[in-house]
């Protein structure tokens, strides 16, 4: 069997280096990144720099959208400067319908990812209110003698 090397050589600058800067890696042969930890944050660093200072990156807050800087400040102005659903501070991200692709509002990161996780329904959103105001399993009469639990 063949003894594992003590030191491997860098990708990026070439310098042979002990094994300790590298991390695991399981897919590669030898277990280890192809390149140390230093190279690898470097790189990671010059390449959020360079996204980053992309032409009109900031500009356009709904670029997914079809949406200008102007557009969504806009409809930020219609809804009062503020989040429509948490009431606070200023909205950053773009809400949409995912059924007509239509947008919606400008609301906060929080308040988008619910919505999202809720997929959009309504009544999933008003049995999670329920839960949340702590009368979510409380049976309804429905008829004399009839319950019905929510489901």
């Not at 002990?18 to 695991?24: C, I, S, V």
């Not at 900031?58 to 009062?80: F, I, W």
């Not at 400067?81 to 773009?94: F, I, K, N």
Request: glycine share 10%; proline share 7%; with cysteine.
């Amino acid at each position: 069997m063949a003894e594992k090397p003590n030191a491997k050589e860098r990708g990026k600058c070439g310098r042979g280096l002990p094994l300790t800067p590298f991390a695991r890696d399981r897919i590669r042969r030898d277990g280890l990144q192809a390149h140390c930890r230093e190279c690898v944050a470097r790189y990671s660093a010059a390449h959020c720099r360079r996204r980053r200072a992309e032409p009109g990156r900031e500009d356009r807050p709904g670029r997914g959208y079809g949406l200008t800087r102007a557009e969504c400040d806009q409809v930020t102005a219609s809804q009062g400067g503020v989040r429509r659903v948490c009431l606070s501070a200023v909205p950053a991200h773009v809400d949409h319908c995912h059924e007509t692709g239509r947008v919606r509002g400008v609301l906060c990161f929080s308040c988008n990812a619910a919505l999202g996780q809720f997929k959009d329904q309504p009544d999933v959103m008003r049995r999670a209110a329920a839960y949340v105001e702590g009368n979510a399993w409380k049976p309804t009469l429905v008829a004399p003698g009839v319950y019905q639990l929510p489901s």
